[in-house]
């Protein structure tokens, strides 16, 4: 049974930084892309960035672009989101997302959220 955890949401005032850890189990981790999306209330889900399995690509949202960082650890089964310079449009709920579906488009990277195994969340709540 894969089980998939985020940790590390917090509430930050604007212009802070929070670091999200996601673990998971079940699955073998360092054969898998992985990524993070949010969720703000009354919006869409959204992807915010993506892993392969090798660290060798990366994604990013353009609003998240130069402020945000993606890095996995496969011996220890994590991967983390560390944000800095937050703003109050990155209230969301976060979560981490295993096992994606990795495509590229116009030499571009990208993670499909249709397939894989979510955690359950994490609030991230930034303050003006």
């Known amino acids: 049974q894969v089980q998939v955890a985020e940790s590390g949401g917090d509430l930050v005032q604007a212009g802070g930084s929070l670091r999200l850890s996601c673990t998971a189990s079940?699955?073998?981790?360092?054969?898998?892309?992985m990524g993070w999306f949010r969720q703000a209330p009354g919006k869409e889900r959204e992807g915010v960035s993506c892993?392969?399995?090798?660290?060798?690509?990366?994604y990013y949202a353009d609003s998240v672009k130069g402020r945000f960082t993606i890095s996995r650890d496969n011996a220890k089964n994590t991967l983390y989101l560390q944000m800095i310079d937050l703003k109050p449009e990155d209230t969301a709920m976060y979560y981490c997302?295993?096992?994606?579906?990795?495509?590229?488009?116009?030499?571009?990277?990208?993670?499909?959220?249709?397939?894989?195994?979510w955690g359950r969340g994490t609030q991230v709540t930034v303050s003006s």
């Open positions: 997302a295993a096992d994606l579906s990795a495509y590229f488009s116009g030499g571009n990277y990208y993670c499909s959220s249709a397939h894989g195994y």
């Open positions: 892993i392969s399995w090798n660290s060798g690509r990366t």
């Open positions: 079940g699955l073998k981790f360092d054969d898998a892309a």
